[in-house]
């Protein structure tokens, strides 16, 4: 099992939560979109799977690990399996596009030497090869976005999280890009998309989770149309 | 594409490759591993910088100072009291001058075969009287059978033995006063002590203060670094691989800045020797002060402690300040 929540419940403030009694399991290789209206918690579920925020209640596990009370220590390889699309893109602007890629290989201690090409190839491979030391300040949302995207993958992640990876790429870019989840996830990464755009969701196909209010809820398989997401 | 994901195809919208395999075949390597190897993870602004350079510039130079302070005197109290210790003042006395000068002639006949005896000079009972002249006036101290004064120079061997030498003078000159400045020779050697305890705390205290700006330096660089910090975080990154990121960083920094430091400190130390030199004062004073490698390699040492002390204290802070994130 890749994910499970058992009851879990999260507060910013005392008394007030966020998220409450979720339950909830993410087996391997399976794929999973989430949705539902700003607000309503995608980010902050998103944020206890990826491990920056702790679970105020309930029972967490990861890659079978129980990590509601973990070490502090043992939280870094968990992370390490997990390739994240922040929404906002969170690239560091003094770093160049290859450097924000290759930083999860870097901080892995990965030498540069095994990682680089990797780095090259991802970056071409979203458009930006010719962009490898451009900084962050200098890139459009979109290009942002494919650099993030491509940060995420570079370590070949168990689980990728995405959050609204196509809020800022016009629609084709948006399709290619949920086509590449559904492409990884055939691969054997398990996903989870936190998405608005429920007409991607709905050419998907693809299992669905809905929260609303701060609970989870499964929403029913969607009938798979024909149409943009070919 | 792709061997990195493993899936056909590209979402990008431009050509791949081509500028990039221009560039790399116009300067005949791969331009990307010295460009990222350059690049720190965390941004100058956030760990100090130009600021933080200027100040441990400024604590280094006065580390050195207190440092070369200690030294010189050092080397001052040691100058004199070896002096001290290896001359000794024989008063000969007697009734009238012929008594004198017959004793202290028969006390430079044992002198000059003793053992351990360098050099010995004679200052006769008129000579010496002529020394108080100024307070008892021209003549008058004539009347008054002044001592003699010899004045020895001593080896080691010869300091070991005073008390025979003094027991071979006595029974040539009876009544004869022995002094070894012992007393002078302590009071030297503790004022030395206590200035040289002093610019130790001095050094010390500078120290405290590179480590306390350290800490702050580095709580304030994780503060405007929060989001630099959180997202290694959250791409696996360890306490201590981050921790390795600021110490580096504030070797650096404190290198620089303590190299600089050490520079203005040899500066003002060779502009003091200058002056010393200049006012005729070089040799009585401050016998020590000259810019050689006995000054120079000591202060040497400055800029690896500052090193030390900036990056061992930053990197306890954020290992300290990280312990309490998730």
């Known amino acids: 099992m890749i994910v499970s929540f058992e009851q879990v419940g999260l507060a910013y403030e005392a008394g007030v939560e966020s998220l409450k009694d979720v339950n909830f399991t993410l087996e391997e290789g399976e794929f999973r979109f989430l949705t539902g209206p700003s607000g309503a918690g995608k980010t902050s579920f998103l944020k206890l799977i990826y491990l920056a925020l702790k679970p105020t209640r309930g029972k967490m596990t ?91 993958l570079v370590s070949k992640p168990d689980l990728i999280l995405a959050d609204e990876p196509t809020g800022n790429v016009d629609p084709q870019m948006g399709e290619k890009i949920m086509k590449l989840f559904v492409e990884l996830n055939k691969l054997g990464a398990a996903v989870i998309v936190a998405t608005h755009d429920l007409q991607l969701v709905e050419a998907l196909g693809k299992k669905t989770m809905r929260l ?11 009938a798979r149309k024909r149409g943009r997401a070919r | 594409m792709s061997s990195v994901s493993g899936i056909e195809g590209s979402i990008g919208e431009t050509k791949p490759d081509g500028p990039v395999a221009e560039k790399r075949g116009r300067r005949g390597q791969d331009p990307l591993l010295p460009r990222f190897s350059r690049s720190p993870l965390l941004p ?150 206590s200035g040289q305890a002093l610019t130790f705390a001095i050094f010390a205290l500078i120290m405290g203060a590179a480590s306390a700006i350290s800490i702050f330096a580095a709580r304030a660089g994780l503060s405007a670094n929060a989001e630099v910090v959180s997202l290694l975080h959250l791409v696996g990154a360890t306490d201590g691989f981050i921790a390795d990121q600021v110490q580096r960083r504030f070797t650096i920094i404190g290198l620089r800045g303590s190299i600089i430091g050490l520079a203005a400190a040899l500066f003002m130390l060779s ?56």
């Open chain 2, 44 to 193: 100058e602004a956030g760990a100090g910088g130009a600021p933080l350079t200027a100040v441990i510039a400024v604590i280094s130079s006065l580390a050195c100072l207190a440092l070369a302070a200690a030294l010189v005197i050092a080397s001052a109290a040691d100058a004199w009291t070896t002096e001290l210790r290896s001359s000794l003042t024989v008063q000969v006395k007697g009734v009238d001058a012929a008594e004198i000068a017959q004793r202290v002639e028969a006390a430079q006949a044992i002198l000059s075969n003793a053992p351990g005896v360098i050099d010995f000079e004679v200052l006769s009972s008129k000579e010496a009287g002529k020394l108080l002249e100024p307070w008892l006036g021209k003549g008058n101290a004539d009347s008054l059978n002044v001592p003699a004064l010899i004045e020895l120079k001593l080896s080691e061997e010869g300091r070991k033995n005073i008390a025979a030498l003094s027991r071979q003078l006595e029974s040539v000159a009876p009544g004869l006063s022995l002094d070894d400045h012992g007393g002078w020779n302590d009071r030297l050697a503790s004022a030395a002590r």
């Open chain 2, 271 to 326: 502009l003091f020797a200058m002056a010393t030199r200049a006012r005729g004062a070089d040799g009585f004073l401050l016998p020590g002060l000259t810019i050689g490698p006995g000054l120079a390699l000591p202060l040497l040492a400055v800029p690896i402690a500052i090193c030390l002390v900036t990056a061992v204290a930053a990197r306890q802070t954020v290992l300290q300040t990280l312990r309490d994130t998730y």
């Open chain 1, 212 to 222: 609303e209010g701060g609970r989870l809820h499964d929403e029913p398989m969607p």
């Open chain 1, 62 to 152: 990861l890659f079978g690990e129980d990590v509601t009370n973990a070490a502090r220590e043992s939280l870094p390889p968990l992370r390490r399996r997990i390739g994240v699309v922040f929404q906002e893109f969170r690239l560091l602007d003094h770093l160049t596009a290859f450097e924000n890629v290759a930083l999860p290989m870097k901080v892995a201690g990965v030498n540069q030497q095994q990682y680089r090409e990797d780095v090259r190839e991802l970056l071409n491979w979203v458009g930006l090869g010719s962009r490898l030391d451009a900084l962050p300040q200098t890139l459009s949302g979109g290009e942002k976005q494919r650099v993030a995207l491509a940060r995420a």
